[in-house]
């Protein structure tokens, strides 16, 4: 069982839909990366959170730390938003990462 | 902005042969790393690097070599190219500090070994 597993693996929405994208740990972190890779293979970051929400634009990303469970909200999703999402915990100061959450936006 | 960038965007190579993969940012950031991505598994640790001439391994290390000669440029060096090392490789760069800091991310290689 890998130690960060997120959900779905694939997600297909309309122009205009409401996204959210999960991830769960099981290890002990010091925070959180919500990364998003374009087709071509390069990696931004979109979120590093510890605790409670961000908000940037149309992200959101939430972090319950008890329940070792984060989420990536897009609201109002664009065919532009299509990517692979990548929930990414950092533990002892190393990066374990998921495997990743391919999103198609259709216009 | 912080920019990391790496030598090819795509290689395609034989078995046996030694490839070199570069990777240059010019942020002056002590740490880099190499990763490489595959489908169902996401990014694995190959090596990192927190200083010139300082190495650690990773979580798969095996069939990889590396080499920091000066600040800003980190190699992956396979040796002797297997079909199993055909993946996308993932360059990274951040501060060393006590606390994790952000990781800066390159474009990608996508290494195809024939």
């Known amino acids: 069982k890998n130690e960060v597993e997120q959900s779905p693996q694939n997600l297909t929405a309309q122009e205009g839909e409401f996204i959210t994208i999960n991830c769960s740990y099981s290890?002990?972190?010091?925070?959180l990366h919500w990364l998003q890779q374009h087709p071509g293979g390069g990696i931004v970051s979109l979120f590093m959170?510890?605790?409670g929400k961000k908000k940037h634009g149309r992200l959101i990303a939430t972090i319950n730390i008890q329940e070792k469970h984060s989420s990536l909200h897009i609201t109002a999703s664009h065919p532009r938003d299509s990517a692979v999402y990548i929930c990414a915990v950092i533990s002892f100061q190393k990066l374990v990462f998921g495997t990743g959450t391919r999103l198609l936006v259709s216009p | 902005d912080v920019k990391v960038t790496q030598s090819s965007r795509y290689l395609v190579k034989r078995t046996g042969e030694k490839v070199f993969l570069e990777c240059v940012q010019d942020m002056d950031h002590e740490n880099m790393f190499w990763y490489r991505q595959d489908p169902g598994l996401g990014l694995r640790l190959i090596y990192f690097?927190?200083?010139?001439?300082?190495?650690e391994k990773g979580d798969i290390p095996e069939g990889y070599s590396v080499s920091r000669e000066k600040k800003e440029r980190f190699s992956l060096i396979l040796e002797s190219a297997s079909t199993n090392q055909t993946s996308m490789y993932l360059c990274?760069?951040?501060?060393?500090?006590?606390?994790?800091?952000?990781?800066?991310f390159g474009p990608g290689t996508r290494l195809t070994v024939l």
């Open positions: 290890v002990g972190i010091s925070a």
């Open positions: 690097s927190y200083d010139v001439k300082m190495k």
């Open positions: 959170l510890s605790s």
């Open positions: 990274a760069s951040s501060f060393l500090g006590l606390n994790y800091n952000e990781q800066f």
